[in-house]
């Protein structure tokens, strides 16, 4: 029992209720903690939540990072596993993160696949083998040590997007990070509702803005301008 999976949600009724019994059905005994961190749901997503036994925190303000930094902020557990309430980890996860441990990783994310077969999503999901910052997507969950995310101070709360990428080369100030065998599998459903090539294309656009130094305003006025959707 060492395991504090911590699930950042907004409006998520329709899959958070799934996820969390999954997530105890596939961990044994290793898992100490469901947290659901809520940023103001409108759809009933903390009733289902916690009707399945996860723990609630109603964070003050909608954002992923603040709402994971308040779900690590109470975690008891010895490993923090930040996962998105659409994405399914591996059935044996704990066990992976548990042996990527053993072999002296104490931070590591999973590689990634698509819940739809488009030819293009499978090929993106090909390079999140590489242990490289560009492939890296916060889809893919990441695991870390509770130790080693207090030393980085956790997510920076200034970030709306592109914040689960960004705490990924201060973790490796600390440790070593894993990009372990296993996959979690994501919905498709932003790249099918914009259009598949329409949406990388946003994403490749957001990132390179970001490596230009663009400010988190502009950054999320363009993402919000290209992508129908309302989580971010």
Known sequence: ???SVIVPAY????????LVRYLKAHAGENILEIIVCDGGSTDGTTTVAANEGAKII??????????????GSVATGRFLYFL??????????TQQIIKASDDGFKSGCFRLHFDHPHWFL???????????????F??????????VFQQTGGFNEKLIVLEDQEIIPRIRKYCRFKVMKGHVITSARKY???????TQAVYFLIYLMYKLRFSQKKLVNTYRYYINQNKV
């Not at 099918?192 to 329409?198: A, Q, T």
Request: glycine share 8%; with cysteine.
């Open 84 to 93: 998105h309430a659409d994405t399914i980890p591996p059935k044996d996860y």
């Open 1 to 3: 029992m060492m395991f």
């Open 192 to 198: 099918l509702l914009n259009g598949i090539y329409k």
């Open 11 to 18: 409006n998520e009724a329709e899959n958070i209720g799934s």
């Open 122 to 136: 499978k090929a993106n999901c090909w390079f999140t083998r590489f242990d490289n910052n560009y492939f890296r």
């Open 58 to 71: 109603l964070s003050a303000k909608k954002g992923r990072a603040v709402q994971m930094n308040d779900g």
């Open 138 to 147: 916060g889809d893919q969950s990441l695991f870390v040590t509770k130790e």
